[in-house]
T-cell receptor, first 108, second 115 residues
């Protein structure tokens, strides 16, 4: 059974700090997606990673994919309050297999 | 380009009733997936339709069903509602490339409350 594990599941951090969310998965796949969800809202696509070594950046967020290690990371640089949300990774294995989500709270 | 549209956005039902939710995907997208999201269970896959055929199915009881029409619009139905069916139901639209789920685009969701 394909499993996708995110850690941490909850992260509280101060503005201005850097941190990384990890997404490990248990089978081979070369496609992985990151989504953001604000409280009470739907999911918004952030990054599409389509090959080993893929790196995408948008503002203070950077995502990368290492298919050999079966690991993707979402790095937050100099966090700001507006990035507070729940972040999900999803592995493409014919259907999307989702991580449990990381709830990120950024305090001023 | 219009996004994914779900209706209704909010609804309240009582136990034993049934409910039908509707989803219009992004124009040109042929795949529609449905998810249930609750605080306790997180995001759970219900089913996916592609070109009017159910292509994948999650682990939900038969009370949960769906269909897709020739214009790619999809409906899901929940019969004999239970309290535990209270959730945010999300519809996601995708191109449905063969052998890949592909990037999904989500609607705003239908929030169902069962009393």
């Amino acid at each position: 059974e394909l499993k996708v594990e995110q850690n941490p599941l909850f992260l509280s951090m101060q503005e201005g700090k850097n941190y990384t969310i990890y997404c490990n998965y248990s089978t081979t796949s070369d496609r992985l997606y990151w989504y953001r969800q604000d409280p009470g809202k739907s999911l918004e696509s952030l990054f599409v990673l389509l090959s080993n070594g893929a790196v995408k950046q948008e503002g203070r967020l950077m995502a990368s994919l290492d298919t050999k290690a079966r690991l993707s990371t979402l790095h937050i640089t100099a966090a700001v309050h507006d990035l507070s949300a729940t972040y999900f990774c999803a592995v493409d294995n014919y259907q999307l297999i989702w991580g449990a989500g990381t709830k990120l709270i950024i305090k001023p | 380009k219009a996004g994914v549209t779900q209706t209704p956005r909010y609804l309240i039902k009582t136990r034993g009733q049934q409910v039908t939710l509707s989803c219009s995907p992004i124009s040109g997208h042929r795949s529609v997936s449905w998810y249930q999201q609750t605080p306790g269970q997180g995001l759970q896959f219900l089913f996916e339709y592609f070109s009017e055929t159910q292509r994948n199915k999650g682990n939900f009881p038969g009370r949960f069903s769906g269909r897709q029409f020739s214009n790619s619009r999809s409906e899901m139905n929940v019969s004999t509602l239970e309290l535990g069916d209270s959730a945010l139901y999300l519809c996601a639209s995708g191109e449905g490339v063969r052998e890949r789920a592909g990037e999904l685009f989500f609607g705003e969701g239908s929030r169902l409350t069962v009393l």
